[in-house]
């Protein structure tokens, strides 16, 4: 497990994680090889259960039978899939024999994920060209693609607040805190209440999140499913000019809105 803790400890963006994280992240460690011209990810297949970081050897990121992007050691591929629950947008191929290092998805194991922030996935949606003009749909507001809010205060019971999602059809609820806006979400149900670990009558500010990260209701949706990414986030809250809450975007709002093909006109550009 040493070599793990002391390869991935000088990886970005591994090499944020402190002792403890990056202890448990080793632990988690599946090894795997592949001959050359092996598919380790196909395009548009099942949501992938896991990123993986090249240990050794050359892979070619394929958009639609074109090469797009070669990664090496330390770089890291499949987090778009598994950070957003969407599946893989783009092929993973084997140039030379590979030897990877898999990880499930680490927001369920470490004590600080959020420093694992991706500051891209590549050519295929770097920042310069998802703000750059050249995808119409996915430079669309994002107001355009939000819900209205559900709101609760954050005395609320978990079990009224989750009868609350259902009954409007929504993932999430908001609420008001002395340390800003959170946000409960409907697989923070799942993930805390159903295994045990919190009572179903403990208020809703235990299991939320705050603050909730929120979006200017200008952004672009592709800038805006960029964020989400980045931040392992599946909702952002989109807030106006003075940073009033106006609506709620999923993870899913946006891949239905085919931002992600826009993401591709970017790289056609």
């Known amino acids: 497990m040493q070599e793990y803790i002391d390869f991935l400890g000088k990886q970005s963006p591994y090499d944020r994680l402190d002792a403890g994280d990056l202890e448990r992240l080793a632990r988690l460690v599946q090894v795997e090889f592949y001959r050359a011209g092996a598919t380790i990810v196909g395009a548009n297949e099942d949501r992938l259960a896991h990123l993986s970081v090249i240990r050794a050897g050359v892979v070619h990121v394929v958009d639609r039978g074109r090469v797009i992007d070669e ?3 330390g770089d890291t591929f499949g ?5 957003s629950g969407l599946p893989p947008p ?3 191929v084997a140039v030379t024999d590979t030897l990877c290092y898999h990880v499930p998805d680490p927001r369920e194991f470490l004590a600080h994920p959020e420093r ?8 295929l949606v770097s920042r310069q060209k998802l703000t750059s003009g050249a995808a119409d749909y996915g430079l669309r507001d994002v107001a355009e693609f939000m819900r209205p809010p559900l709101w609760c205060s954050s005395d609320t019971p978990i079990r009224e607040s989750a009868r609350l999602i259902s009954e409007a059809h929504q993932s999430c609820v908001l609420f008001e805190t002395p340390q800003g806006l959170g946000i409960m979400t409907d697989s ?6 159903a295994t045990g670990d919190v009572p179903v009558d403990a208020p809703v500010r235990t299991i939320g999140k705050v603050p909730a990260r929120t979006v200017r209701n200008s952004t672009s949706a592709a800038a805006a499913f960029l964020e989400m990414i980045q931040h392992g986030v599946h909702h952002l809250v989109v807030v106006d000019a003075a940073e009033r809450p106006v609506g709620v975007c999923r993870v899913f709002d946006l891949s239905t809105a085919d931002v992600r093909d826009g993401c591709h006109a970017c790289v056609d550009q």
């Open 188 to 193: 923070d149900c799942r993930r805390l209440v």
């Open 90 to 92: 783009l092929s993973v």
């Open 116 to 123: 694992l922030t991706f500051a891209h996935y590549n050519i």
């Open 79 to 83: 987090q778009i899939s598994v950070l």
């Open 71 to 73: 990664l090496g050691p």
